[in-house]
């Protein structure tokens, strides 16, 4: 009787521990991510393509950007549709059906605050940049930003080279963002969405009115306490809330949803320059990996990132970080290098930016992939 019973409890804890390293080694699976920028999501031949290359180079992640300058490659009842994307054709919905024999998982990238960058404004007359110009973010001293000639000369290329970020201490700013979130990750089964540009445009904005409005009542109890210092806290505090409020709505709405950001690469610029302390995203739960955009040319700039990364963010996280490797910027053998430089740091998650390069160039994939 004893030696049954030893045999299955045996038997038990075999089947036990092989279940636990199923389920490890599926947990372990390296990210192989790629971005795809919305020119390719426009025709359905280009999603075709699109799948075809990631399936065909062992990719298993696609960001995929849906949301670009305030538009919509997907139909949406809250956002206007892209003007480069017909009426009847729905982006999103064909790649996620198109990808059902696949294992590739897509995400839907979107761009958070970053909301205009063109000379010509916007064609939808429900653009929020026409409708909403009071929740645009602004530099001290900007005169309030009102009429249509304003908004044409303050063109991308006189605003520090990107261009118009609505303003993340306006509280219905961020509501209105928490509705993108919500519609998105009800109305399609994704596999995760993929936030960019979470944070300010630089160190000099945030003099939004209603954002002041709100600093001041916010903070009345500590005006006595240092201005500058508070008003950082507060700048960095309004981008967390939202992060918080997003991650409560996207996994009530489907808890498989893998919740990431894109995210400057150096923790500490991050955090003092663009108000964006992705490191306590990561350890409180709002985020479920951080993908820092680690685009250094110089090997030695790209090492100290991630040696900053690795020094300050305890290492049950360290799993949780995609490193984003640039193609635009630096020829197929050095970006392949950064690659081989990870793996022996054990780091073994990259998201590739971007799908463009290797259309434009497929030599510079057929030179890559050796790394990969």
């Not at 790629?34 to 696609?62: C, E, M, P, S």
């Not at 897509?106 to 010509?120: D, E, F, K, P």
């Amino acid at each position: 009787m004893y030696f049954i019973i030893s045999k299955l409890l045996l038997k038990f804890l075999f089947l036990f521990l092989l279940n636990n390293f199923l389920f490890c080694s599926e947990s372990q699976v390296p990210v192989k991510a790629l971005w795809v920028v919305r020119d390719y999501l426009t025709q359905k031949h280009f999603i075709n393509d699109v799948l075809d290359f990631a399936y065909k180079n062992g990719f298993n992640h696609i960001f995929a950007q849906v949301r670009g300058r305030g538009d919509a490659y997907y139909n949406s009842k809250i956002v206007p549709k892209s003007h480069l994307v017909a009426n009847d054709f729905d982006p999103l919905d064909y790649l996620l059906k198109s990808n059902i024999n696949t294992n590739i998982k897509i995400h839907a990238w979107i761009n958070v605050y970053y909301l205009w960058s063109s000379t010509n404004l916007p064609t939808q007359s429900d653009h929020i940049i026409l409708n909403k110009p009071e929740w645009l973010d602004r530099q001290k001293g900007d005169k309030y930003i009102k009429d249509e000639l304003y908004l044409r000369n303050k063109n991308r290329f006189n605003i520090d080279g990107e261009g118009f970020y609505l303003a993340p201490t306006n509280p219905a700013v961020n509501l209105h963002l928490i509705s993108v979130v919500d519609e998105l990750s009800k109305e399609y089964n994704l596999d995760g969405i993929h936030y960019d540009y979470i944070r300010f445009h630089n160190s000099n904005y945030g003099y939004n009115e209603l954002g002041l409005y709100e600093f001041n009542r916010t903070y009345i109890d500590k005006v006595n306490a240092n201005k500058e210092v508070i008003f950082s806290e507060f700048k960095r505090n309004s981008i967390t809330n939202f992060v918080k409020r997003a991650r409560d709505k996207i996994k009530s709405n489907s808890n498989k949803i893998i919740i990431s950001a894109a995210v400057k690469p150096n923790i500490y610029d991050a955090k003092l320059l663009f108000f964006q302390e992705w490191d306590l995203w990561l350890s409180a739960g709002y985020l479920d990996w951080a993908v820092p955009m680690n685009y250094m040319v110089k090997n030695e700039d790209f090492i100290q990132n991630m040696y900053l990364i690795r020094d300050n963010l305890p290492s049950k996280y360290h799993d949780k970080i995609v490193v984003g490797i640039s193609t635009y910027n630096q020829n197929p053998r050095l970006a392949g290098k950064k690659i081989q430089r990870l793996k022996k740091m054990n780091i073994n998650n990259i998201s590739i930016f971007s799908y463009t390069e290797f259309v434009k160039n497929p030599y510079y994939w057929k030179k890559l992939k050796k790394y990969f």
